[in-house]
């Protein structure tokens, strides 16, 4: 089992895909109520170019194995979305939120769906997922310069002035060019 991984996950890497599906097969030959290997299988087919029907199969059959799984649920709403159903990703992520309300990587993909969205709704939605996974993750300056976007369309400017200091003081050094750029607006607010 642990060879027949190590090796797809391997050939993944090198973006052999085609001998990574080969050694997942193997895996779920050998270990056919092992979740991994189909999850796998999914992965490997998403990334190939036209295998998004047999990626969504092979995550549904892993899916019967681990229901809840936050990251196989995670993959499964990414081929949605490939497959032009992003109100089916939507769903798919909202509702394993019900059962992982903290899973984070759920929560950032949710907020880049809702930010897509133009309603008011959809940015306060987009900005408490955002504000959960910057709470968990406060050196995440991906999600907290998107939050700070959001706060800033919302005319929140007290929140994204917040947001601001919390990741000059999280950073020990900001990227080049950042602390004109964060002055400026840290006097811009003030």
Known sequence: MVSYHNLGLAYMEEERYSDA?????????????????YANLGLTYMRMSGKLD???EWLQKALKLVPDDPDIRLLLAKVHELTNRETQAV??????LKKHPDHIRTLYQL????????????RDRAVNCLVQVVNALPANVAASLRLIELLLQSDESD?????????QQ????LPDGSPELFQYYLHYFL
């Open 54 to 56: 047999k990626s969504e």
């Open 111 to 122: 907020a880049l769906y809702y930010t897509n969205v133009k309603d008011v709704q959809a």
């Open 170 to 173: 999280t950073l020990p050094r």
């Open 21 to 37: 599906a080969n050694e997942f097969i193997k895996l779920v030959e050998v270990a056919p109520k092992e979740p991994l290997g």
């Open 159 to 167: 929140g994204a002035l917040q947001q601001m200091e919390i990741i």
């Open 91 to 96: 769903t798919t992520l909202e509702n394993t």
